[in-house]
Nanobody, 126 residues
Framework: HVQLVESGGGSVQVGGSLKLSCAAS????????MVWFRQVPGKEREVVAT???????TYTDSVRARFSIAEDNAENTLSLQVNDLKPDETTMYYC?????????????????????WGQGTQVTVS
């Protein structure tokens, strides 16, 4: 089993920045990639960034120039630097670790038995 704890969220002004962190523990070595996703109430989940075990990263188009995902394997932490935040990006941000992973990781995989995710961290932009 894998445990994930997100932190780093907060309230920022439009255009502001935050660094979200995710501390992983447990059988993290059994997973093959990590994901940051968000879900605005009333809307579908959105995968915003992924990083595979080979270090390859992907981003959804709307954040590609503003967000940066990184992994520290020595510390078992995942981060997401979020810049130039917009009001409609106000929501909970979650990290996930997936055993079945590909760079085209889809939202439906988030609820799979071998995908693990934490309690989320709130980002508020106003």
């Amino acid at each position: 089993h894998v445990q994930l704890v997100e932190s780093g969220g907060g309230s920022v002004q439009v255009g502001g920045s935050l660094k979200l962190s995710c501390a992983a523990s447990g059988l993290i070595s059994d997973t093959n990639g990590m994901v940051w996703f968000r879900q605005v109430p009333g809307k579908e989940r959105e995968v915003v960034a992924t990083i595979g075990s080979d270090g390859r990263t992907t981003y959804t188009d709307s954040v590609r120039a503003r967000f940066s995902i990184a992994e520290d394997n020595a510390e078992n932490t995942l981060s997401l630097q979020v810049n130039d935040l917009k009001p409609d990006e106000t929501t909970m941000y979650y990290c996930a670790a997936a055993r079945q992973f590909s760079p085209l990781f889809v939202c439906s995989r988030i609820d799979a038995d071998d995908t693990y995710w934490g309690q989320g961290t709130q980002v508020t932009v106003s």
